[in-house]
């Protein structure tokens, strides 16, 4: 079996309009990381704050932009994947 080793850079996490729940209380939004079948953890939480931000997401080689549209808000974030 042939291991192969990488480095993961994410950039620029944070996500815009999400939503709280039904009675008005705001979201407390988080991020989980996987890459194929591996989990690899996940962010903090960010209580109360439709507009958060990471330091920390399905990943391929190279740089790249992400968008991903939510039903309630968008999250975005850059990455670079080095062989």
Known sequence: MLLLHAGVRVFGLHARDLTGDPAGNKPDPYVKVWCGSAYGGQTEYRKDTTHPMYMVCRVQYGSLAV?????????????ELLQ
Not at 67 to 79: A, E, Q, S
């Open 67 to 79: 968008t991903c549209y939510l039903n309630k808000g968008t999250v975005f974030y850059r990455y």
